[in-house]
Structures are given as structure tokens and as C-alpha cells.
Nanobody, 121 residues
Framework: VQLVESGGGWVQAGGSLRVSCTTSGFVFDDYVLGWFRQAPGKEREGVACIRGDNAYSTYYAHSVKGRFTISSDNAKNTFHLQMDSLEPEDTAVYYC??????????????WGKGTTVTVSS
């Protein structure tokens, strides 16, 4: 099983970035897929989730609702997080993850290694 993040980087406040997670080794449609982040000195938090078998079934953390959009491309076993109106508080390492049943959750079945997003003021 592999989950590989891409698309992190540096952006000024108010800008946009898209991070992507390319997956392999499991049946994409059978899992709930999510994005998490961990800022320096803070606990990891769930940011957004999407069901592999229903792209209309999504979850967003309150802090990102209306600014971030999660989407999936089942044909490519890939999912994305479009981040708009970024704020310095969004600076973190962003991880993608997959779980057979629940998202967000600390006990996700599979994790990527993370990609860094830095938002400057």
C-alpha cells in the first residue's frame, strides 16, 4: 500500500494551493480518504474527508469549511485538496490517509509521509 502526497509549497496569505494524494495497493472505492495536518507544536487534526464510493459524502473541519475543497479521481486512485484563501494558520505538514470505515480518525489504516505547506503573511 502506498499513499504519496504532492503539491505542497510556499504561498502568500490569500493565495491557493492544491495538494494531491496518489494511492495504490488497496481498493479505492472501499475506503474513506482524508487529509490531515500537523502544525509545529500542535496535534495532528483532520481537515477533510471523502468517501471513495461517494464523492458527495464529505467532511470538513470548521476551520477550513468554505475555503478548502476535497475531491477524488477514482479512475486514477487519486484525491485532492484544493486550498483557497490560505492563512498563515494553515501552515503545516499535510498528510493524506485512508481508512476502511472512519474519517477523520487518529487510527486511519494507511498514511502518506506528508507534504509541507507554508503560508506567509
Amino acid at each position: 500500500v502506498q499513499l504519496v502526497e504532492s503539491g505542497g509549497g510556499w504561498v502568500q496569505a490569500g493565495g491557493s494551493l492544491r495538494v494531491s494524494c496518489t494511492t495504490s495497493g488497496f481498493v479505492f472505492d472501499d475506503y474513506v480518504l482524508g487529509w490531515f495536518r500537523q502544525a509545529p507544536g500542535k496535534e495532528r487534526e483532520g481537515v477533510a474527508c471523502i468517501r471513495g464510493d461517494n464523492a458527495y459524502s464529505t467532511y470538513y473541519a470548521h476551520s477550513v469549511k468554505g475555503r478548502f475543497t476535497i475531491s477524488s479521481d477514482n479512475a486514477k486512485n487519486t484525491f485532492h485538496l484544493q486550498m483557497d484563501s490560505l492563512e498563515p494558520e494553515d501552515t503545516a505538514v499535510y498528510y493524506c490517509a485512508a481508512d476502511r470505515n472512519n474519517c477523520p480518525g487518529h487510527e486511519m489504516d494507511y498514511w502518506g509521509k506528508g507534504t509541507t505547506v507554508t503560508v506567509s503573511s
